[in-house]
T-cell receptor, first 109, second 113 residues
């Protein structure tokens, strides 16, 4: 079992849709949870991070963590074509960052 | 701009050769991480350095090595290169106040022919 799993997609949605991206992890010792966005052939950029169960909102993005289920979600409201990218969830374990394989999202105009 | 600088951006070399990838972390960051990303693959952790010391190793081949220098820049050395080593190599740094965020460079695209 991989430590962090994501549906690789691709996921295609129309512009303006609400997007839900999900991630599961295997180790309850993971404490910090992050979402990164990676445009094609670019370095990943940090979108959001959180360390507690519950929701964290930043503009059109909401990160949700359910530690009891070991489940992480990222919601994107009013999705835009510029949101088309690969979204990677990541956890911190000790001093290491462990990344999921990423979900490729396409937002169609 | 994340503040992490990687050079070169592109590298084309032949099988059997050796290359060195360079990373300058963000000002003040003590941790440097190296990752490999092959086509349509996720980020594979290679190695982590903190203030000049190796802290963790991931799936790093014996042909690969890294070091972090006193000025905190890091180099990843890849030797006896094979076609399968073609990938994007990313460096990331994180602040010393607790590893809660990793900031990535733009990567070095290595092509082995």
């Amino acid at each position: 079992q991989k430590e962090v799993e994501q549906d690789p997609g691709p996921l295609s949605v129309p512009e303006g849709a609400i997007v839900s991206l999900n991630c599961t992890y295997s180790n309850s010792a993971f404490q910090y949870f992050m979402w990164y966005r990676q445009y094609s052939r670019k370095g990943p950029e940090l979108l959001m991070y959180t360390y507690s169960s519950g929701n964290k909102e930043d503009g059109r993005f909401t990160a949700q963590v359910d530690k009891s289920s070991k489940y992480i979600s990222l919601f994107i409201r009013d999705s835009q074509p510029s949101d088309s990218a690969t979204y990677l969830c990541a956890v911190i374990y000790g001093q290491n960052f462990v990344f999921g394989p990423g979900t490729r999202l396409s937002v169609l105009p | 701009d994340s503040g992490v600088t990687q050079t070169p951006k592109h590298l084309i070399t032949a099988t059997g050769q050796r290359v060195t990838l360079r990373c300058s972390p963000r000002s003040g960051d003590l941790s440097v991480y190296w990752y490999q990303q092959s086509l349509d693959q996720g980020l594979q952790f290679l190695i982590h350095y903190y203030n000049g010391e190796e802290r963790a190793k991931g799936n790093i081949l014996e042909r690969f090595s890294a070091q972090q220098f006193p000025d905190l820049h890091s180099e990843l050395n890849l030797s006896s290169l094979e076609l399968g080593d073609s990938a994007l190599y990313f460096c990331a740094s994180s602040p010393p106040s607790g590893n809660t965020e990793a900031f990535f460079g733009q990567g070095t695209r290595l092509t082995v022919v």
